[in-house]
C-alpha cells in the first residue's frame, strides 16, 4: 500500500475556488499559513463547542461557554454580512486530505499547473483557507467533466498540523455518521 493510499482522506462539500498564478507569491505565503490557522482553529473550537454537553456543572466552564456562544454569533453575523457581498463560491463535492485536495470540475488543468485554491469549508465561517497547489494529475472523467488532483504547496508547521486535525476531525465525524447510517 502506497503512503498516498494511506492518508486520511474526508468526502466533504465545499466552496472552491482556483486562481493560477504564474509566480508564487512567495511573500503572501506567511500571511496565509498564519490566516489558515486561525480559520481552522475557529472551525475547531466552533466544532467541539457544538458538541459539548450544556449542562456542566463548574460556573467558570459555564461562562467560559457563554462567551463561545457570543463569539459564535459574532461570527455568525459577519458570516451574514460577508455572504450578503457574494464571496461564497459553488459547493462541489470533494475528497480532502492533509497533503491536498481531489476534485471534479468542468476546468481542464495542465498537470504542473500552480496556483492558489480558496477553499471554504464551512457556512458559518465564511473565510477561505488560502492553500497554494499544484496540479498533480487531470484526467477525463464523466463526459466534460475532469478530475483534478491538487497538492498542497509551501504550508508551513503550524497550517500543516491544524489542516492535519481539521481532516481527522471531519473523516472520524463521517465514519460516525456512516454507522449511524446518515448521510455523509
Known amino acids: 500500500m502506497t503512503a498516498e493510499q494511506q492518508t486520511i482522506r474526508v468526502n466533504i462539500e465545499a466552496g472552491i475556488r482556483w486562481k493560477p498564478a504564474g509566480e508564487w507569491p512567495i ?19 466552533l466544532e467541539s463547542s457544538a458538541e459539548r454537553e450544556s449542562d456542566i456543572a463548574d460556573p467558570h466552564q459555564r461562562q467560559i461557554e457563554r462567551l463561545e456562544a457570543k463569539i459564535d454569533m ?8 460577508l455572504d450578503t457581498q ?15 485536495l481531489v476534485t471534479n470540475t468542468g476546468l481542464k488543468l495542465d498537470e504542473g499547473a500552480h496556483g492558489i485554491i480558496e477553499l471554504f469549508l464551512d457556512h458559518r465561517l465564511p473565510q477561505p483557507l488560502v492553500l497554494p497547489a499544484v496540479v498533480t494529475s487531470c484526467h477525463s472523467h464523466e463526459g466534460n467533466h475532469f478530475r483534478i488532483h491538487f497538492d498542497w504547496f509551501g504550508l508551513d508547521e503550524h497550517a500543516t498540523e491544524w489542516l492535519e486535525r481539521t481532516v481527522f476531525r471531519l473523516h472520524r465525524r463521517e465514519i460516525q455518521m456512516q454507522r449511524q447510517g446518515k448521510p455523509g
Do not use: D, Y
Open 27 to 45: 511573500n503572501e505565503f506567511p500571511r496565509w499559513m498564519w490566516r489558515n490557522a486561525v480559520i481552522l482553529r475557529a472551525l475547531n473550537t
Open 74 to 81: 459574532a461570527v455568525s453575523m459577519l458570516a451574514q454580512l
Open 86 to 100: 457574494g464571496s461564497w463560491p459553488h459547493m462541489q463535492s470533494c475528497q480532502l486530505f492533509a497533503k491536498g
